[in-house]
């Protein structure tokens, strides 16, 4: 790429009020780390679940690839009356990285053996960088480290059968410093829910999961609708995103045992600036813990 285009570029990226530092919660699906997306899901599994995930997204306008490494343990923790999180993730375009550590706790309320909620919180340090190398001379003056803490808070119901939640990120809206000035990152709100049906009764039966997601950034709006299918150590399913990127999702997994491995593969319908993107997921569930009446649910779910 000619230093003319990243001379472009770069002042893209600086002057924009929603820049490319996206928060690494827009490029997941939501089925694979339901804990970024609301700190209430955290400790919802009846297990303690560990997940480590790749994904990477080919973009044509810039003829490269953006990485994203991400890492999550969650905990349900009786002492605790309620559930533990943390979560690190690292993630690269062609001309920015970022990173991003924090954590989170939820409290659980019971109000039956066949209903409950938790309500929780979380925190993360966010830092992002346009590395050096990356500029030309005449924009070495700008400033391209920016960092700053972030709070989010969520709330989730549910049963054995079915769950909904809602979310806030940006709950203070952190500023983020850019070459245009200072731009305060909107709130995002989200909607989750889903349902668990078995077609027949018996441990071999197969169990569908349709489930919708509803997010709102400032003035966009993203839907994402879906269905999973679940038998055995079998898991597939098939999701739409609508807004202002359309795209289709395919996922498949394996579980067996303490171990489940997952693959997304996300096909852009209607940008022209970006390529498919692929992420393979590996979840450990670990630590049987039969308090939570949504256990077995959450822990094929996600």
């Excluded at 690839?65 to 991400?70: L, P």
């Excluded at 990285?97 to 409950?116: E, L, Q």
């Excluded at 966009?220 to 269905?227: D, M, P, Q, S």
């Amino acid at each position: 790429m000619t230093s003319i285009m990243k001379i472009l570029l770069i002042f893209t990226l600086l002057l924009t009020t929603n820049p490319l530092y996206a928060q690494i919660e827009g490029l997941l699906h939501p089925m694979t780390f339901p804990v970024m997306v609301n700190p209430a899901f955290a400790g919802t599994t009846e297990h303690a679940r560990i997940t480590l995930s790749g994904m990477q997204r080919w973009s044509r306008f810039l003829s490269a690839t953006n990485d994203a490494w991400i890492g999550s343990h969650d905990q349900h923790f009786d002492q605790l009356g309620g559930g533990l999180g943390f979560f690190a993730s690292y993630h690269r375009w062609p001309f920015d990285k970022h990173s991003t550590v924090g954590g989170m706790y939820n409290y659980r309320i019971s109000f039956s053996d066949k209903m409950a909620m938790r309500i929780g919180v979380k925190a993360n340090y966010f830092e992002s960088t346009i590395p050096d190398e990356t500029l030309s001379s005449h924009l070495r003056y700008l400033e391209t480290h920016e960092s700053y803490i972030n709070w989010g808070t969520g709330i989730l119901f549910y049963k054995n059968t079915f769950y909904g939640g809602l979310s806030v990120d940006n709950l203070f809206r952190p500023i983020l410093r850019t070459f245009s000035g200072d731009n305060p990152q909107p709130r995002v709100f989200r909607f989750q829910g889903g349902y668990w049906h078995k077609l027949s009764s018996g441990d071999k039966s197969w169990v569908i999961n349709p489930s919708v997601l509803l997010e709102k950034k400032s003035t966009n709006w993203k839907i994402l609708t879906g269905i999973q299918a679940h038998k055995g150590w079998f898991t597939g399913g098939v999701f739409l995103e609508e807004g202002s990127m359309e795209a289709i999702y395919l996922l498949t997994g394996i579980q067996k045992g303490v171990i489940r491995i997952s693959y997304h593969y996300e096909f852009p319908i209607s940008n022209n600036y970006v390529f498919a993107s692929h992420q393979l997921a590996l979840t450990l569930l670990l630590n049987q813990n039969k308090t939570d009446l949504g256990g077995q649910m959450f822990s094929r779910v996600f």
